[in-house]
């Protein structure tokens, strides 16, 4: 079992790393905060499957509840940071 | 092998092939609200069925209930924050993707 979550941490690592691509390259700003929220929540799938691996799940889910929360409040921000509709109807 | 370990494993198996799908997804569509029908329902159902997964092969625990508030609180939010710049993009007035057309107006359906 111990190999087979390393092996899922691996491959969930590389599909992240494979998700950057959206962020740096994406053609407008929405796309790139939308693949910044998905990275985050790989992010904090990253955080539990490594928390099992390292034996102290304890720990590591109090830090996965706090990137879940901040994600959440990140994406809703630069949302209602970047809404220009006042300024021009669609 | 106990069943709930295989169990567990099951489920992560699941929760990994939507992810790879919502990767996939975000990486080939060829508009921005394509993109977010793969990253608002793919990621979410994938990061569920993983979650749930761990929390099966946890057992009764105090971080399995943390593991659980992690589970519900990503069923409620990330569809929420999908929707929100979904709206953002479409107030501010970003088109959505058509199929490009002739000169003379009609559909090149292929």
Redesign the interface.
């Known amino acids: 079992m111990s190999s087979f979550l390393l092996a899922i941490t691996i491959f969930i690592a590389m599909l992240t790393a494979a998700s950057m691509y959206r962020v740096a390259v994406g053609r407008t700003i929405f796309d790139r905060i939308i693949a910044a929220g998905l990275v985050g929540t790989n992010g904090f799938i990253l955080l539990t499957l490594v928390g099992f691996i390292f034996g102290r799940i304890n720990m590591f889910v109090d830090l996965a509840i706090a990137y879940a929360l901040l994600n959440f409040v990140v994406v809703i921000v630069l949302g209602k940071y970047f809404d220009r509709g006042r300024e021009k109807q669609p | 092998?106990p069943v709930l370990?295989i169990v567990a494993?099951v489920l992560?198996l699941g929760g990994?092939f939507f992810?790879?799908v919502?990767?996939i997804g975000?990486?080939r569509l060829p508009d921005?609200y394509a993109?977010?029908h793969a990253?608002g329902k793919s990621?979410t159902l994938g990061?569920i069925l993983?979650?749930s997964g761990?929390a099966v092969?946890?057992g009764w625990e105090?971080?399995t209930f943390?593991?659980l508030?992690?589970l519900v609180?990503?069923l409620i939010?990330?569809p929420?924050?999908?929707h929100?710049?979904?709206?953002?993009?479409?107030?501010?007035?970003?088109p959505p993707w058509t199929r490009k057309k002739k000169q003379n107006g009609e559909d090149n359906k292929k």
């Open positions: 092998m370990t494993m992560m990994a992810l790879t919502s990767s975000l990486l921005f993109r977010t990253v990621e990061s993983m979650l761990l092969y946890n105090l971080s943390k593991i508030f992690i609180f990503v939010a990330n929420t924050a999908t929100a710049i979904s709206r953002a993009a479409l107030r501010s007035g970003l």
